[in-house]
């Protein structure tokens, strides 16, 4: 069962998004990121079209969202894939289960089949989860953020599956760690998109990454492992000197009610 996903969307001659509707059970998200919309009008139309119960509508302007209409609990259990998560429809920059990642989501599974595998941004543990689908997988998961920490042990709750190891520690500190003890991995996944960068300090995506994929897969994976990052930051550009390597998963991973948007960008790494 899912009953979480972009209903639809309208994007503009130059593949712009001008508004979206995710819907989240019986309610419904709204972002406009046009002035040009009225959004009371919208809101009222897309209730009545879609039976929703409500919307929570956001006005989008340079990267900043606030909520204008719409009220919801203040929690709510969805489902994807018959996987379930508590999301907050009320936070005004995201949810907490990206809508955009549900076939990553998918390959994860797929991928991490008998896997030690770890997931070294936690977030809620939207990719954990589907990583830990099969008993056969072991799951370590690294998150400093002790709400973030919460969302992870609820998720993992209410889905019946054993909680994984979490290192509460700095991502820095815990790459360290693993390089001294020497641990490995068969699966690394490594999600920088906005919500988790935003917590990297003194790192540039563009001029760092690179450096961090290549101590990843020479210090923390396995032989004949897999490393899958990510990311949703718009105008990034995987540096020339590790594309080589790398397994462009972007077509694969574009979700269909998000086309022509791709909002993430997916790379398989192997050693």
């Not at 020497?182 to 998109?193: A, E, F, G, P, Q």
């Not at 290549?214 to 020339?240: E, M, W, Y």
Request: glycine letters at 4%; one cysteine or more.
């Amino acid at each position: 069962m899912t009953n979480a996903y972009r209903i639809t969307q309208q994007v503009d001659s130059n593949e712009n998004l001008v508004f979206s509707l995710d819907k989240y059970d019986t309610f419904g998200v709204l972002e406009v990121f046009s002035d040009k919309i009225d959004i009371e009008m919208l809101y009222n139309k897309l209730k009545i079209e879609h039976s929703l119960t409500d919307i929570i509508a956001k006005e989008v302007f340079n990267g900043k969202k606030s909520i204008v209409f719409g009220n919801c609990p203040e929690r709510i259990t969805v489902e994807e894939n018959d996987f379930k998560f508590i999301v907050n429809l009320k936070n005004e920059q995201d949810t907490g289960l990206p809508l955009d990642k549900s076939e990553l989501r998918k390959l994860i599974k797929e991928y991490s089949n008998n896997k030690e595998v770890l997931d070294l941004f936690g977030y809620t543990g939207h990719l954990s989860i589907y990583a830990s689908a099969s008993e056969l997988n072991t799951v370590s998961i690294v998150e400093a953020d002790s709400k973030f920490v919460q969302k992870i042990k609820k998720n993992f709750e209410i889905n019946s599956i054993d909680l994984p190891q979490i290192w509460d520690t700095n991502f820095w500190n815990f790459i360290e760690m693993a390089k001294e003890s020497r641990t490995k991995w068969d699966m690394i996944l490594v999600d920088l998109s906005d919500y988790n960068l935003e917590r990297l300090k003194d790192f540039d995506l563009q001029k760092d990454h690179t450096e961090l994929i290549k101590t990843l897969q020479n210090r923390l994976l396995k032989q004949s492992g897999t490393l899958i990052f990510t990311t949703n930051v718009k105008g990034f550009v995987l540096d020339q000197y590790i594309r080589p390597g790398a397994d462009k998963l972007t077509n694969q991973i574009a979700t269909e009610a998000f086309k022509p948007l791709k909002n993430t960008q997916a790379f398989a790494f192997y050693n």
